[in-house]
């Protein structure tokens, strides 16, 4: 009976001890506070594609802990969250979440990077050339907003190149129509597609065959004057071109003057000419106009070109060292 009596105090002894050590351990994980483990959650299900399961999360957040300091993160999760679904509709919808977090959160450090999805949003939608404008017409206004507002953002230099690459898809649009204008003998037509061209994209790779046209359409309507400004605009800032010859030999023919050669704005020009095939901030994206995601995001683009400029200015800072044993 005695031992029975102590194997019975054992018993119930133990089972004091392990209740406690529950609660002991309930206390600890309790100790993390709820908004913190609803972000960590919510990054968790992000990090393992369950988007829908990491809106639900992080909107909990949102919605019970407003003050937290993970809900502005939890609010920029969201829109992430439909950013890398992909899609249309949910690039869109991200696009509207991205603004949003704008205007509640206007001064947040991370601002700069939503107005750089938002533009990367309209980059990912943007169509060919040829095809409808209007993505391509809402990213230039979206880069042009970033650089505004975030002009000194370690993304600003991206976001310049992106901007550059947009404005020539809009001027090959402009141009494609301008031809089409032109092989129609509908010369007022192309005259004005060529003058846009010219006028809102100075930098266009092809500008020198916009002003040859411009030049030819203006001369069959018999505006000498007008075409031979063009035809000298093409000799003097222009002499690389295919088209520079034709265009002296117009001059000549319509008995006006062939300028000099401006070697400043020649050596401009040439700057912004480009192979099809050749070099663009966006090359990884040629094949991505359409809707959906590609190889490459240009938002993480953007992010790689950052780092790879710190990993630079980084190496250059050591060579500039004192204690590189340069002299």
């Not at 054992?10 to 972000?39: H, M, N, R, T, V």
């Not at 206004?141 to 404005?167: D, G, H, I, N």
């Not at 509908?186 to 006028?199: D, G, I, P, T, V």
């Not at 992010?303 to 400029?309: A, F, G, H, Q, T």
Request: charge should be negative; aromatic fraction near 10%.
């Amino acid at each position: 009976m005695r031992f029975l009596s102590k194997l019975l105090v054992l018993s119930l002894a133990s089972l004091l001890f392990s209740a406690c050590g529950q609660k002991s351990a309930g206390l600890q994980e309790a100790a993390i506070a709820p908004d913190k483990l609803l972000f960590e959650n919510g990054q968790k299900f992000l990090e393992k594609n369950q988007f829908i399961q990491a809106r639900l999360t992080f909107q909990t957040l949102v919605n019970a802990y407003p003050d937290s300091e993970h809900t502005p993160a939890s609010f920029l999760a969201i829109a992430d969250s439909y950013y890398h679904e992909a899609g249309k509709t949910n690039l869109l919808q991200a696009e509207a979440q991205y603004k949003d977090f704008i205007i509640f959160y206007p001064t947040h450090e991370i601002a700069d990077d939503a107005q750089m999805k938002i533009a990367a949003v309209n980059v990912r939608l943007m169509r060919s050339p040829d095809r409808d404008a209007t993505y391509a017409i809402k990213a230039q206004a979206e880069l042009k907003k970033f650089l505004e507002m975030y002009s000194q953002s370690e993304l600003a230099p991206t976001a310049e190149e992106f901007l550059r690459e947009v404005q020539e898809n809009l001027a090959r649009g402009i141009q494609g129509i301008g031809n089409f204008y032109f092989s129609k003998n509908s010369y007022l037509a192309s005259e004005n597609r060529y003058k846009e061209l010219l006028e809102n994209y100075p930098d266009f790779s092809r500008a020198d065959q916009a002003l040859f046209r411009l030049a030819q359409s203006l001369e069959i309507l018999g505006r000498i004057e007008e075409a031979s400004v063009y035809y000298s605009r093409l000799v003097s800032e222009y002499s690389f071109s295919e088209y520079a010859g034709s265009a002296e030999e117009k001059l000549i023919l319509l008995e006006k003057p062939v300028p000099p050669v401006d070697p400043v704005a020649v050596a401009r020009n040439e700057a912004n000419r480009r192979n099809d095939e050749g070099f663009s901030p966006l090359a990884p994206l040629r094949e991505v106009w359409g809707i959906f995601t590609g190889p490459e995001d240009p938002y993480e683009v953007a992010r790689r070109r950052v780092e790879k400029r710190q990993e630079q200015e980084q190496s250059d800072a050591r060579q500039d060292s004192p204690g590189n044993g340069k002299n």
